[in-house]
Nanobody, 124 residues
Framework: QVQLVEAGGGLVEAGGSLRLSCAAS????????MGWFRQAPGQEREFVAA????????YYADSVKNRFTISRDNAKNTVYLQMNSLKAEDTAVYYCAARRSVVITITPPLYNYWGQGTQVTISS
């Protein structure tokens, strides 16, 4: 069982930056692919970014490529999402998720554990 707790959301102006973090419980964090997803009101949950077990491989949605950076610190059981050049359309609840696999996927149902989410609001 893995528990995930996100932090770092808030209200920022367009063009600003935020850094989200997701702390995981347990001693097996390095065996999970980690992902970030987001869900805006009235919309389906969508993939944002994912990172491999060691952090050597990352994958991004086209909408955030070159603006967001996912990273992980296995010693701290934490995954991060650095978000720069934020836009109004980035407004959503952001969730981190863990997948017990070596394969990165963008499909939400393939992730085994989810955090409670953190609200990110971008004012234009």
């Amino acid at each position: 069982q893995v528990q995930l707790v996100e932090a770092g959301g808030g209200l920022v102006e367009a063009g600003g930056s935020l850094r989200l973090s997701c702390a995981a419980s347990g001693r097996t964090f390095s065996t999970y692919v980690m992902g970030w997803f987001r869900q805006a009101p009235g919309q389906e949950r969508e993939f944002v970014a994912a990172i491999s077990l060691t952090g050597n491989s990352t994958y991004y949605a086209d909408s955030v490529k070159n603006r967001f950076t996912i990273s992980r610190d296995n010693a701290k059981n934490t995954v991060y999402l650095q978000m720069n050049s934020l836009k109004a359309e980035d407004t959503a609840v952001y969730y981190c998720a863990a997948r017990r696999s070596v394969v990165i996927t963008i499909t939400p149902p393939l992730y085994n554990y989810w955090g409670q989410g953190t609200q990110v609001t971008i004012s234009s």
